[in-house]
C-alpha cells in the first residue's frame, strides 16, 4: 500500500488529462473571440445593423443557402436511395464524382461557368445557388449516404411495399423520417457551406454576407469583426436548435444524438 | 354519417372483417414452372408447387438452392425469366409487389425504425386508408393476439429480437393477407424464442387459415411446421410431401440424406435394380434413377432405425459410443474397414451394447436409395 501511495489512481489521471485537453482548446478557441471583442468593442455590435448592406446581404445569403439547401436535398436524396437500392456497385462511383468539387477549385468552377452560362441565368442569383449546389454535392452526398449505411434500406423498403404502401409513401412515411439525422446533417453542412462561401459569390459579383463582411472590412474594421462574431453566434444558435430538435426525435427512435459530427459516427455504424 | 365517414367505415370493415379469430376460406396459389437465372447462375430451374387454400408449405434446402429467390418471386420482388404464379388462378406475374396483398416476414429484422409497434402494425392499413379509430383498433387486437399488447408504444430499438419478429408477424397479419410468406423469420433469434415463435406461427396460420409459403434452411422448422415440405436442390424441387412422407419414403438419395439423419454404407450394385451391403443382397428403391450409377462405387443410403443390431461374437463391428435419446438409444458403431454408423435400439435393450461390445450389423430386406460414393475429405 505505502508503496502505491505516490502513485494517482488512473481515474484521477485521466480525468485530470481531460481538464487539460479542454482547457487548452478552450483557449485556443476562446482566444481570438476575446481579441475580436476587444478589438470591436461593445459599440460596434449595435451599429452593424444600421449599416448600408448589412440587411440586404445576409437576406441574400440566407435566401441562396434555403434555394440551395432545397435543391441539394431533392436531387441528392432520390440518388443516394436509388444508388443504394437499385445500383450499390455504384457506390463508390458515386463517391468519387460527388466528391470532385472538393478537387476542382471555386475559382476554376466559376470561372468557367461564368463563360457558357446562359445570359438570363448570369443575371439571377440563382445561377449562385446552382454552383452552391454543386459545392454542397460532397458533404450532402456523405451525409445521406452515411445515414442509408446505418438503415436497412432494403428490407424496410421491401417491407413497407408488402404492406401496399406505393413508391411516394415508402419514400416519404419510412425512409425520410429514418434518415432525419442525415438530412438534418446534410442540411447544417450545406448551410454552413452558403453562408461562409466567399470566392465565387465575389467572382459572381454578387454582396452575399461573406462578401459583404470583407468590403466593410477595408473601411471600418471594427463593423465587420463585430459582423464576423455575430455570424458566428447566429450559426451556433442555428447548430444548436437542429443539435435539440434532432435529438429529441431521435433518442425517441433509438438513434442517439444529433451532432455535425453525428455522421462521423453514422459511417461506422453503417458498415 | 357523411359520406367520407360512410366511406372509410367501409373500407375498415373491409379490411378488418372478421378478423382476428375467425377462419377464413384460404388463397390457392400455384407456381408454375419458374424459372431465374442470375447471371450464368441458374436459381431457379422449373419450380411447379401448387398450394392448397389454407396450406402451409414450406421450401427447405441448403443455402443457394433457390428457395429464397421463388419465395421472392411470389411477393413480387423479384421477376421470373419464366413461369407464372397464378393466385386462385389468375396469374399476378405482372402485378406490382405493393398491390398483391401478401404479408410477409423476413429474415432480418425489419420494423420501421420510426414507428412504434402499434404503428408499425397499422402501417398496411394506413396504406388502405382505414380510419385511424379502426386501424388502431384492429392493430392493438394483433398485438395482443401475438402477446404484445403492453409493448404497443414502444419502439422497435426497445424490444427483443423475438418480440420484434412477432410485431412484425402481427404487422403482416394486419392487411388480412392473401398469402404469408415467411422468410426465414426464426433463423436470428435463440433456441428457446425460437421454438415458442414457431408454435406461435402455426396456431394463428392454423386459426386464421391463411395459406402461407415458408422459407427455411432449418430441417426441424419445416418438419414441425408445415403440412407439406418442398425439398430443393440447385433450383429444382425434388420432392414436395408431408413432413412424415418426406422421412419415410425420400423420393431421391438428395432428400434422403437432407432429412433426418442418414447412414452410409459401402455397397455394389448388382444389375440395375439390386444391390449388395453387408453381405445380404437387397433390393435398389427408384432405380431408374441409378442407371447412370452403373459400374461406379456407390453407397447405400440407411437411416439409423433401419439397421437391425444384435451382440455377436465375431460380428462385423465395435460399438464405439452410446447416446441416450429417450425411448431409443443411438448407438455409434465402428464397421470393418472404418465405417462409421449410427444404429438406433430401444433403449430397453441398448444396455447390452456397452462401447467396445462386438456387435453384428445387418440390412432388413427392404429397398434401400443408393447414391454415387462420397468421396471422403
Known amino acids: 500500500m505505502a508503496a502505491l501511495g505516490g502513485i494517482a489512481p488512473r481515474g484521477v489521471r485521466s480525468t485530470a488529462w481531460r481538464w487539460i485537453v479542454l482547457i487548452v482548446t478552450g483557449v485556443y478557441f476562446l482566444l481570438p473571440l476575446w481579441a475580436a471583442l476587444r478589438f470591436a468593442g461593445i459599440k460596434a455590435f449595435g451599429s452593424v445593423v444600421s449599416e448600408d448592406g448589412f440587411t440586404s446581404s445576409l437576406a441574400l445569403s440566407l435566401r441562396l443557402a434555403v434555394i440551395t439547401t432545397v435543391i441539394t436535398i431533392a436531387l441528392m436524396l432520390p440518388t443516394a436511395v436509388y444508388v443504394h437500392l437499385r445500383l450499390p456497385r455504384l457506390r463508390r462511383l458515386m463517391e468519387g464524382i460527388t466528391i470532385l468539387p472538393i478537387v476542382i477549385p471555386p475559382v476554376v468552377l466559376i470561372v468557367g461557368v461564368l463563360a457558357i452560362a446562359p445570359s438570363f441565368l448570369k443575371s439571377s442569383s440563382l445561377l449562385l445557388a446552382l454552383l452552391y449546389v454543386v459545392l454542397a454535392m460532397p458533404f450532402a452526398y456523405r451525409a445521406l449516404d452515411a445515414g442509408l449505411r446505418a438503415l436497412d434500406l432494403k428490407t424496410i423498403t421491401e417491407a413497407s411495399q408488402s404492406l401496399g404502401a406505393s413508391w411516394g409513401s415508402t419514400l416519404w412515411r419510412v425512409i425520410l423520417p429514418n434518415l432525419r439525422t442525415a438530412l438534418l446533417s446534410a442540411t447544417v453542412l450545406t448551410v454552413a457551406m452558403v453562408l461562409g462561401e466567399f470566392t465565387m459569390a465575389s467572382l459572381d459579383l454578387y454582396q452575399t454576407f461573406p462578401v459583404w463582411i470583407y468590403v466593410n472590412s477595408q473601411t471600418s474594421g471594427q463593423v465587420s469583426v463585430a459582423a464576423s462574431m455575430l455570424a458566428l453566434i447566429v450559426t451556433w444558435l442555428v447548430l444548436l436548435a437542429i443539435t435539440v430538435l434532432g435529438t429529441r426525435q431521435s433518442r425517441k427512435t433509438g438513434g442517439g444524438t444529433v451532432t455535425l459530427f453525428t455522421v462521423a459516427r453514422q459511417e461506422t455504424r453503417g458498415d | ?377
Open chain 2, 1 to 377: 354519417m357523411t359520406a367520407n365517414t360512410a366511406n372509410e367505415a367501409s373500407t375498415a370493415s373491409t379490411a378488418t372483417g372478421g378478423l382476428p379469430g375467425s377462419e377464413r376460406g384460404g388463397t390457392s396459389v400455384v407456381l408454375q414452372d419458374l424459372t431465374r437465372h442470375f447471371g450464368a447462375t441458374r436459381a431457379l430451374d422449373g419450380l411447379s408447387i401448387d398450394m392448397a387454400p389454407g396450406e402451409l408449405v414450406a421450401l427447405l434446402g441448403p443455402s443457394g438452392c433457390g428457395k429464397t429467390t421463388a419465395l421472392r418471386i411470389v411477393a413480387g420482388f423479384e421477376t421470373a425469366d419464366a413461369g407464372e404464379v397464378l393466385i386462385d388462378g389468375k396469374d399476378i406475374s405482372h402485378v406490382p409487389a405493393a398491390r398483391r396483398d401478401m404479408g410477409m416476414v423476413f429474415q432480418s429484422y425489419s420494423l420501421f425504425p420510426n414507428m412504434s409497434a402499434l404503428d408499425n402494425v397499422a402501417f398496411g392499413l394506413r396504406m388502405r386508408k382505414v380510419g385511424t379509430g379502426s386501424r388502431r383498433k384492429k392493430a392493438a387486437e394483433l398485438l395482443d393476439m401475438v402477446g404484445l399488447a403492453p409493448q404497443s408504444g414502444q419502439f422497435p430499438h426497445q424490444l427483443s429480437g423475438g418480440q420484434q419478429q412477432r410485431v412484425a408477424l402481427a404487422r403482416a397479419l394486419a392487411i388480412e393477407p392473401r398469402v404469408l410468406l415467411l422468410d426465414e423469420p426464426l433463423s436470428a433469434l435463440d433456441a428457446k424464442v425460437r421454438l415458442q415463435l414457431r408454435e406461435q406461427i402455426r396456431t394463428l396460420q392454423q386459426r386464421l387459415g391463411t395459406t402461407t409459403l415458408f422459407v427455411t434452411h432449418d430441417q426441424e422448422e419445416a418438419l414441425s411446421m408445415a403440412d407439406r415440405v418442398g425439398v430443393m436442390s440447385n433450383g429444382r424441387l425434388e420432392q414436395i410431401a408431408a413432413p412424415d412422407e418426406l422421412y419415410a419414403d425420400p423420393a431421391t438419395a438428395f432428400v434422403a440424406e437432407f432429412v433426418g439423419i442418414m447412414n452410409r454404407l459401402p455397397a455394389s450394385l448388382e444389375g440395375g435394380d439390386r444391390v449388395t451391403v453387408l453381405g445380404s443382397t437387397v433390393p435398389v428403391r427408384a432405380a431408374s434413377q441409378v442407371a447412370e450409377l452403373s459400374g461406379k462405387p456407390v453407397d447405400v443410403l440407411v437411416r439409423p432405425e433401419g439397421l437391425r443390431l444384435e451382440v455377436a461374437e465375431n460380428g462385423n463391428g465395435i460399438v464405439t459410443t452410446r447416446t441416450f435419446l429417450g425411448s431409443v438409444t443411438r448407438v455409434g458403431v465402428l464397421l470393418d474397414g472404418d465405417v462409421a454408423l449410427q444404429a438406433d435400439k430401444p433403449s430397453s435393450e441398448a444396455a447390452s451394447l456397452p462401447p467396445g461390445a462386438s456387435v453384428s450389423v445387418t440390412l432388413p430386406p427392404e429397398p434401400v436409395h443408393v447414391a454415387a460414393r462420397k468421396v471422403s475429405e
